[in-house]
């Protein structure tokens, strides 16, 4: 039984995209706001100054042609919510910093997409009850997206679909 609801769960994960391919490399991600798998500083949350945290990774594979970088909820009462959704930063950019502004196109050609509170770059964690976590998930991709400002993460997970030649994640936590 458990055997066959493990299968379950590989499949479906295979099916969606969001396994990771042997093939792809790992890469590492940092805060220096946070330790992996610790407490996202209150000035990062909708009730503190809802700034973006700074994010940084290591480790991308050769023939990176650009990072994506999603945060999820995954603990939030609708399923898996989107506090960031940004993408084509060149790979030789290897951090975004803190406040990072809430326009669709920054310097470099990076993009912003829409997060799940309907609007563009981050939006702070703000958990109805209980402690939540931030998966800071980084994407190296063969090739630059061509999509627009304000692009979901749904759209953009299935645009990056066969693309993704790495990744890497960093897990902070919430509780209002």
């Known amino acids: 039984m458990l055997r066959s609801i493990f299968s379950i ?25 946070f330790e992996d798998g610790e ?27 650009s990072v994506a970088v999603i945060c999820n909820d995954p603990d939030a009462p609708k399923g898996r919510w989107a506090h960031w959704v940004i993408f084509n930063i060149p790979p030789d950019v290897s951090a975004l910093p803190e406040n990072l502004p809430d326009d669709g196109v920054l310097p ?14 981050w939006d702070g964690p703000s958990p ?17 997206l061509d999509l627009e400002p304000g692009t979901s993460r749904s759209h953009l997970l299935r645009v990056m679909k066969g693309h993704v030649i790495g990744r890497g994640k ?6 209002r």
């Open 128 to 144: 109805p009850k209980g402690t939540h976590r931030y998966v800071f998930e980084v994407y190296a991709l063969d090739k630059m």
């Open 170 to 175: 960093l897990i902070g936590t919430y509780e």
């Open 108 to 121: 470099r050609g990076i993009i912003q997409g829409i997060n799940d509170f309907g609007r563009i770059g």
């Open 9 to 33: 769960i590989i499949i479906s994960l295979c099916l969606t995209g969001l396994a990771h391919s042997a093939n792809e490399a790992v890469i590492a991600v940092d805060s220096s706001a």
């Open 39 to 65: 407490e996202i500083p209150g000035q990062y949350s909708l009730s503190g100054s809802n700034i973006s945290p700074p994010i940084s990774w290591s480790g991308l594979p050769q023939g990176a042609k």
